[in-house]
């Protein structure tokens, strides 16, 4: 498709391709003047999935960062009495003793009965408790972000005191809703740090190899394929299981991270190079070099614009591996730890087959975190480089 | 396709007949009409030729004829009425995927595409490709249809055909390749064979054998041939009848005399003005100045070692010993064909490359010689300030990401002459507005722009620091005819308003004769002949510039010039 | 061709070399001296190692001295006597331990792999085909749950659903009373019983990858010029189809084999331990969170070398289907 040369010779007829617009208003020489970003921006939005994922993942993020507020409770307040106490179930009007019925957000109580085969103690939903929930209630205090003191939260039972388990409780008698809120800062966090450090990782080692060039682009190259081809799993046990257990769970949660992106650098350093490799052939980036432009502006004006968008949309695919390989490795045990709460750490608690049938949303609620939080970058990821590229398809 | 209706009976000649064909392309937010009402009927031998210029439609047009449009293409309208014994069946409304267009496709019709090598599967042998093609519509036995193949080899003039057979795709040269395309489209016996620029991926020497072979056939088997092209010298050395399309509309149909000879439409006229203007020089005054650029004994030899395990080492002169001299407002040619060794030239000139031997030696404003090949970073950056290049290809040359402005003033800023914002645009403005550009597109991006635009923009960016001489490597292949002397035409002014001299790198003689003093014939990395442009391109010398010069097809159906072109054998290399 | 394929082997030497010394990095990362703080333990609990035997294994393996020379006894322990060390904990040599626990993780990574690739092959190819059919988009919805699924949560699930709603366990490669039992039809009859799971649980995120890499390959092969060639000519469409395309997209089809092994051994590793198959990832684990040394690194060691046998495999097979590769 090309606009008319305006200097072609004047001609009685047409001076362009035969078109007819779809839509009313719209013109479709329009792109003609929109800059790159605003094109990649506009094949983004076309694509519907991609946003949906892509707003997903900012209320996770959103979530992550006022998980204190967010959730109904403290992950670490155990509740014996209430121990696999079963999900419970929002509701939104309540009968009253006349007979009609009234809105007043609720969930139900429980009651203990007797398995009389297992021989246990199990919790049931008791329809006929009522327990009164609120938004902005007062409960619990925390301090937000371990500075501003506060005790209000988002949803919450009017009385602190009554039972509200909006995903069940586990083991000890906590609120899985509230850890699984908490597990989420944790456990997107290190998405998000580990592929900061991954990508730092991929490009200080991808420009060293750019820059020197001769036996350290070698060494690098090398060092890429030997990792890449090693098993992931085995080396991410490896490397996890030589932290030693005296260490503090901070430690341990930067340990981890960094682990875990010792691993997915090399995919990223490998495309970056390769397509790092591919612009300094093309016929602009010579043209800059014959314009008198040195290396650094070459790199920094010329190649990066154009690898930008690319890197962003590797960077966001890269996420998810690093979720799932934390919650991996908190899962085995080897990762973080009790009292540190990630969704791995929460799957732990699944991992004997008899206390899942006992507790399945134990299982169920911590893998749809996981499962979520991975598809909603996948699709963002894949709609970002679809878009990545304005010029092309 | 049982029952013919009476109405779709042809003409007694006329073996196809397109009525009032209609394509459209429905794209996310609009639709193209590709192709609109086009109309032309295909006589018994003859060679009808589509000429047009890129967008015209000319390619959708002759893939329709076999059914061929994809997606998002659409058959909106029209017919294509097909011979079929005393009647016609209608092409058009025939299920796409249906046996009867089956038949048709390569039985009846065959197709050569411009692209020889992505036209062939680079997995299989060629041999199976064309075989393949035999069975399908002959119900030969394996090694009866593998005879036939070796045999259709040997037609389209493949030496050793028993052997060839037997290879892969990239193991061909450029020209065997659509050779071997050729005996696939004919594998059929087709009435009709449509070849969609079936030369424009070729040298001119071996477009020449090309069309030579393809007239050969067509009158040995009595072929149709409906020949697409945006060259109006192939029209004119090849056609009988001729329809130019425009915009996906037919503006003029014809016989090629009266094409060429009486036009009626004002575009056929302007894109035979555009041609034929090629045919002559424009430079009437041969400067003598004295030599600004001065390349002495230049070779460049890749290389590389053979390794232990069976990878033979090798090594390829790509350019061999070549010494010219550019002097002050003069314009110098390169000319060779693919693999000459020109466009390395080019790149060992600005130093893109360093040279393996020989000497490169520059006149600078102050009148001292200075050697390139050993300049240092800085004498480089002074030098590239001076010695500017413009590049084939207006698409990959430009930054996509950058502004018009932001790239004709990038030398301005890295040379450090772009400190004042206002000053910048203003010098901008200024090349834009003497490249033919509207300066207030200056904050839009390449991409909205087109080839020609963005050549001009190429070459804004090449005039920015005030350059004594620029380098042009095929900067005006990209080009459609009409928009090509355009550019050639600006260059020319620029050189006499600026007084530039100019290394103009071309595999394109007419652009040559057109806009160069004096040409450099290069073959095989060596220069065979160097002398005054019309010399050289009327009267050459050597055995390889005549072959080369005389394969030019001519635009004048009157004077044929590759029927009686000279034939060079290539001196095997000892 | 054979120069090819020996130029790959030599080539490897220097990535396994890499390996070998990754895989012994990471085993020597833990503070302190194993057989020092095994004495420890041992002699906390009582029991007796004989001190003879402890000075006669510090000499073979170089315990008490520097770093590089514990490195060059283990591989030439390796090159020379098959010996990858000894294992503290099992108290025997590590050889002895690892090649059946190998044997069992080579069978189920192909026995994945050729899951993976049965099943991907025709439904990559139904999606390009049909690309935007309803179909495409239900196996392309399919496919990314199988992408975000991580293996080791498929697998709870599957045993959750075994144990709730068919009352029985998941897990091990045989049932209890087969698994000492000399091979036999019904020894095999029941392995095949048990392995589908493991193998569908490894092979679920390699055959959703795969699945993608077929479709947009044969996506882009689509809209070659060849294919309209093929057309041209007078083919059926199913003709062109599997006779052009499908060839070519067969090779990133094939050399994805270097990529998917790693995958797969990794997912046999972490589901093994969740389904507690006898493979190297249960003693693994094992081997690495009581730092038995020498077992942990042998096992890293091995598998690493497995996924590189997996890809000169691929390198070979990709040269026999590719003439680019093999004469070019």
New interface residues.
């Given amino acids: 498709m090309s606009v008319s040369d305006t200097t072609a010779l004047p001609l009685a007829e047409e001076s362009g391709p035969a078109i007819t617009p779809l839509r009313k208003g719209t013109d479709p020489m329009a792109t003609a003047a929109a800059g790159p970003w605003r094109l990649v921006a506009r094949k983004l939005v076309r694509q519907k999935l991609a946003m949906a994922a892509g707003a997903m993942i900012v209320l996770l993020y959103l979530v992550a960062l006022f998980c204190e507020v967010i959730a109904p409770g403290l992950p670490e307040t155990s509740r014996a009495q209430y121990t696999f106490a079963p999900p419970q179930r929002l509701g939104l009007f309540v009968n009253k003793p006349d007979g009609t019925s009234t809105f007043q957000l609720h969930v139900k109580g429980y009651r203990t009965e007797i398995d009389k085969v297992a021989l246990r103690r199990t919790f049931v939903v008791d329809e006929t408790r009522i327990v009164p929930v609120g938004f902005f209630v007062k409960g619990p205090a925390y301090t937000l972000w371990g500075l501003i003191p506060m005790d209000t939260h988002l949803i919450g039972p009017l009385r602190p005191s009554d039972p509200m388990y909006l995903l069940g409780t586990d083991r000890l008698g906590r609120d899985l809703f509230s850890r699984l809120i908490y597990g989420t800062r944790v456990s997107m966090s290190i998405g998000l740090i580990g592929v900061s450090l991954s990508l730092m990782l991929g490009v200080v080692l991808g420009a060293l190899a750019g820059f020197y060039g001769g036996w350290v682009d070698m060494l690098i190259g090398?060092?890429v394929?030997?990792?890449?081809?090693?098993?992931?799993?085995?080396?991410w046990?490896?490397?996890a299981?030589?932290i030693?257990v005296t260490w503090s769970p901070l430690q341990v949660y930067f340990v981890i991270t960094i682990i875990v992106s010792l691993l997915a650098w090399t995919s990223l350093a490998r495309e970056v190079r390769g397509r790092f490799l591919a612009l300094r052939n093309e016929d602009f980036v010579t043209a800059a070099r014959l314009d008198g432009s040195r290396e650094r502006r070459l790199i920094f004006r010329h190649i990066l614009p154009s690898l930008t968008s690319h890197i962003l949309a590797v960077v966001t695919l890269a996420i998810?591996t690093m979720i799932?390989a934390e919650?991996?490795l908190s899962?085995?045990g080897?990762g973080l730890k009790p009292p540190v709460v990630s969704w791995g750490v929460l799957?732990q608690d699944?991992?004997n087959?008899?206390t899942?049938?006992t507790a399945?949303w134990l299982?169920f609620w911590p893998?749809a975190a996981?499962?979520l939080a991975?598809?909603s970058f996948?699709?963002f990821g894949d709609g970002l480089r679809d878009a990545a590229d304005p010029y092309h398809g | 396709m049982s029952g013919l209706p009476p109405t779709q009976s042809l003409p007694p000649d006329v073996v196809l007949s397109v009525r009032d064909l209609s394509i459209d392309f429905t794209m996310h937010d609009y639709i193209l009409h590709a192709v609109r009402q086009v109309s032309f009927d295909l006589r018994r031998g003859e060679t009808l030729c589509l000429v047009g210029e890129s967008g015209s439609g000319k390619s959708v047009t002759a893939?329709s004829l076999?059914g061929?449009v994809?997606r998002p293409g659409r058959l909106v309208g029209g017919s294509i009425l097909l011979r079929e014994g005393d009647g016609a069946v209608d092409v058009a409304t025939l299920d796409p995927?249906s046996r009867a267009i089956?038949?048709?496709?390569?039985?009846r019709i065959?197709?050569v595409?411009q692209?020889p090598m992505?036209?062939?599967?680079?997995?299989?042998t060629i041999g199976f490709?064309i075989g393949?093609?035999v069975r399908?519509?002959s119900g030969l036995s394996k090694d009866e249809a593998r005879e036939r193949t070796i045999e259709l080899l040997r037609q389209v003039e493949i030496s050793n055909p028993a052997a060839m057979v037997d290879r892969?795709a990239?193991?061909f040269s450029g020209g065997m390749r659509q050779r071997a395309?050729i005996a696939?489209?004919l594998?059929?016996n087709p009435e009709i064979l449509i070849a969609d620029e079936p030369t424009t991926a070729l040298d001119v020497t071996t477009q020449a054998e090309i069309l030579d072979l393809v007239r050969r056939l067509q009158v040995e088997k009595g072929m149709s041939m409906l020949l697409i092209t945006h060259d109006l010298g192939v029209v004119a050395e090849t056609a009988d009848t001729v329809a130019v399309m425009r915009y996906g509309k037919v503006v003029e149909t014809g016989g090629v005399d009266a094409i060429f000879h009486a036009p009626q439409h004002p575009y056929t006229r302007q894109l035979l003005a555009a041609t034929v203007k090629l045919e002559r020089g424009a430079r009437t005054v041969a400067p003598a100045g004295e030599p600004v650029l001065s390349v002495s004994n230049l070779s460049k030899v890749y290389s590389t070692e053979g390794s232990f395990?069976?990878r033979k080492p090798f090594s390829l002169k790509a350019v061999d010993d070549v010494s010219f001299d550019l002097h002050a407002g003069e314009n110098l040619g390169i000319v060779g064909e693919s693999g000459s060794g020109k466009t390395t030239i080019g790149k060992l000139l600005m130093r893109v490359i360093e040279p393996t031997a020989g000497s490169i030696s520059y006149r600078g404003a102050d009148g001292a010689m200075r050697e390139v090949t050993t300049l240092d970073a800085g004498g480089l950056a002074a030098f590239r300030r001076d010695v500017r290049f413009v590049f084939q290809d207006p698409f990959g040359s430009l930054n996509p990401r950058m502004t018009v402005r932001e790239i004709i003033a990038d030398p301005l800023v890295v040379s450090g002459l772009g400190q004042d914002r206002k000053q910048v645009q203003a010098r901008v403005a200024e090349l834009m507005t003497m490249v033919g550009l509207d300066p207030k597109g200056m904050e839009r991006y390449p991409h909205a722009f087109s080839g020609g635009q963005r050549q001009r923009i190429g070459i804004a960016r090449a005039l920015a620091l005030d350059p004594r001489v620029i380098i042009a490597d095929e900067a005006t292949s990209a080009l459609d005819v009409s928009i090509r002397s355009q550019v050639l035409d600006l260059l020319l002014e620029l050189q006499q308003r600026l007084s530039l001299s100019f290394v103009f790198i071309s595999h394109d003689i007419s652009v040559i004769r057109y806009f160069c003093d004096r040409v450099a014939v290069m073959h095989r990395g060596k220069i065979v002949e160097i002398g005054p442009a019309a010399e050289i391109c009327s009267a050459p010398r050597e055995p390889y510039t005549q072959s080369l010069i005389s394969a030019v097809p001519s635009p004048d159906p009157r004077h044929k010039r590759m029927l009686n072109r000279r034939r060079f054998v290539a001196p095997v290399p000892a | 061709m054979a120069?090819?394929i020996?130029?790959r082997i030599?080539y490897m030497i220097?990535?396994l070399f890499?390996?070998s010394l990754?895989?012994f990095l990471?085993?020597e990362?833990?503070?302190g001296d194993y057989l020092t703080s095994l004495l420890a333990t041992m002699s906390d609990s009582g029991q007796t190692i004989d001190p003879a035997q402890v000075e006669l294994l510090k000499s073979i393996y170089g315990l008490d001295q520097p770093f590089y020379v514990q490195y060059f006894k283990w591989i030439w322990g390796i090159l020379s006597r098959g010996d990858f060390g000894y294992s503290f904990e099992w108290n025997q040599p590590v050889s002895k331990l690892i090649w059946e626990r190998m044997g069992s993780t080579l069978l189920i990574s192909i026995l994945s792999l050729v899951f993976v690739w049965v099943v991907s092959f025709p439904i990559g190819l139904y999606s390009a085909v049909k690309r935007h059919s309803i179909g495409d988009h239900v196996f392309t919805l399919i496919g990314?749950?199988g992408?975000?699924?991580?293996n080791?949560?498929l697998a709870?699930?599957l045993?959750?659903v075994a144990?709730?709603w068919l009352g029985q366990?998941v897990g091990g490669l045989y049932s209890p009373e087969f698994a000492d039992a000399p091979w036999s039809w019904d020894k095999f009859v029941d392995l095949l019983a048990h392995l589908w799971i493991p193998i569908i649980i490894i092979g679920s995120s390699g055959t959703a990858a795969l699945i993608r890499i077929l479709r947009a390959n044969l996506t882009d092969e689509l809209?070659?010029?060849?294919v309209?060639?093929?057309?041209?000519?007078?083919?059926?469409?199913h003709e062109v189809v599997l006779?052009?395309p499908v060839?070519?997209a067969l090779?990133p089809f094939v050399s994805a084999l270097g990529?998917v092994l790693?995958?797969l051994?990794?997912?046999v590793?972490?589901v093994a331990?969740?389904l507690n198959l006898p493979t190297a990832g249960p003693l693994?684990?094992r081997a690495?969170?009581s730092?038995d040394m020498y077992l942990?690194g042998s096992?890293?060691l091995l598998?690493?070398a497995?996924?590189?046998v997996g890809?000169l495999v691929s390198d070979v097979l990709l040269a026999l289907?590719?003439?680019?590769i093999r004469?070019?």
């Fill in positions: 090398r060092l394929e030997v990792v890449s081809a090693m098993p992931t799993i085995p080396l046990l490896g490397l299981a030589a030693p998810p799932v919650t991996s899962f085995l080897i799957l699944a991992q087959v008899r899942v049938a399945p299982l893998a996981v499962v991975v598809l996948n699709f | 893939r076999m061929l994809e995927k089956r038949a048709i496709r390569g039985k065959g197709l595409f692209e992505s036209s062939l599967s680079p997995v299989h490709q393949q093609a399908l519509h892969y990239f193991e395309m696939m489209a594998a059929g395990f069976g | 120069g090819y020996l130029r030599l220097p990535t890499g390996m990754i895989s990471i085993i990362l833990p503070p990314f749950l992408l975000a699924i991580p080791f949560i709870l699930v045993m959750y144990f709730a366990s809209n070659k010029p060849y309209l060639t093929a057309r041209a000519k007078g083919l059926p469409e006779i052009y060839r070519i090779n990529w790693p995958h051994v990794s997912g590793t972490i331990i969740v693994l684990f690495l969170v730092q942990a096992f890293i598998l690493s497995l996924t590189l890809m289907l590719d003439p680019r004469l070019g």
